[in-house]
């Protein structure tokens, strides 16, 4: 089967409880940003999208490099993560499969993992719409959608993002086990203190 899932990797954040563009903090000689591009370069995702906040210019040469399909500047970044949802799906070709939503500040999400949510895609496709990526009881990103949920993603709004939809088919969400604790964000100086101790492990 040729496999066609469209990868977004959502980078449009203010990062206001961090008190700095934080996709743009270093880790382990790259910043954060670049972690997660380069994870989903070597992935079997088709083609990948990075959503930038247009307050932080330097996002854009961060994400401008070979094998990234399309950037897009999200001029409402303000309205909260949805916005970047729906900019995101506008650029997902026709014969995409489904949407794998990845977030800038998860740098230890593997390009295994991201094809471990593609496999179960593929495997549960007749029955399941929704692939979530589970941790133990911890449900986090990636959160893979099929094509036959891109119109409802767009009538989203706010900083749920695609929480609601999730919600809304959650019979239809099958749960992706990944081998590590690396569901969540960094959304603190003590969550990128927690990254960097990672960096010595």
């Known amino acids: 089967m040729n496999k066609k899932v469209w990868g977004i990797i959502l980078a449009a954040g203010y990062s206001r409880r961090m008190g700095t563009a934080k996709l743009l903090l270093p880790f382990k000689g790259k910043t954060i940003l670049r972690h997660v591009i380069d994870h989903a370069l070597h992935s079997a995702l088709y083609g990948i999208t990075v959503v930038i906040n247009p307050d932080i210019p330097d996002l854009v040469k961060e994400a401008s490099i070979p094998g990234i399909d399309k950037i ?66 911890q449900q986090g990103h990636p959160v893979l959608f099929d094509r036959s949920l891109f119109s409802d993603l767009l009538h989203v709004s706010g900083d749920e993002g695609g929480r609601s939809i999730i919600k809304i088919y959650k019979q239809e969400v099958y749960y992706s086990e990944i081998g590590k604790k690396i569901t969540s964000d960094i959304d603190t100086q003590a969550d990128y203190q927690n990254l960097l101790r990672e960096e010595v492990c």
Do not use: C, W
């Open 72 to 137: 897009v500047i999200n001029e409402k970044a303000s309205q909260g993560m949805s916005a970047s949802v729906k900019s995101g799906l506008h650029t997902v070709p026709a014969n995409a499969d489904a949407a794998m939503f990845l977030l800038g500040d998860l740098p230890l999400l593997t390009a295994d993992e991201m094809n471990s949510v593609i496999r179960d895609y593929y495997q549960h496709k007749t029955s399941k719409l929704i692939i979530q990526a589970k941790y133990g009881d």
